[in-house]
């Protein structure tokens, strides 16, 4: 994952520290701004400025949603596969 860095939109600070945390831990980095540099933002919705800037730049981040993050054991492995991948251009 060391080519991977996120940004974290509207995610509770509890998951949003877990989050980072198991990226960080497999080589990833963290940005809590949104830049070109990002390549994966972490939202629960498109409904907020961080989705809003990275589709109206074309910024072309892979934007991940949780789903069923409260019933996830928080390992790290499970952090990252409990999320679905749609492509903003």
Do not use: W
């Not at 998951?15 to 980095?29: L, N, T, Y």
């Not at 961080?50 to 934007?63: D, F």
């Amino acid at each position: 994952m060391s080519d991977v860095t996120i940004c974290c939109a509207d995610i509770p600070e509890g998951d949003k520290e877990a989050i980072i945390g198991g990226v960080i831990a497999m080589g990833g980095q963290h940005s809590s701004a949104l830049s070109k540099m990002v390549t994966h933002l972490v939202a629960l919705t498109l409904d907020n400025d961080k989705c809003e800037v990275a589709v109206n730049r074309g910024y072309g981040v892979r934007l991940f949603c949780p789903i069923g993050m409260h019933s996830v054991d928080h390992s790290q492995t499970a952090l990252l596969t409990c999320y679905i991948g749609l492509t903003i251009a």
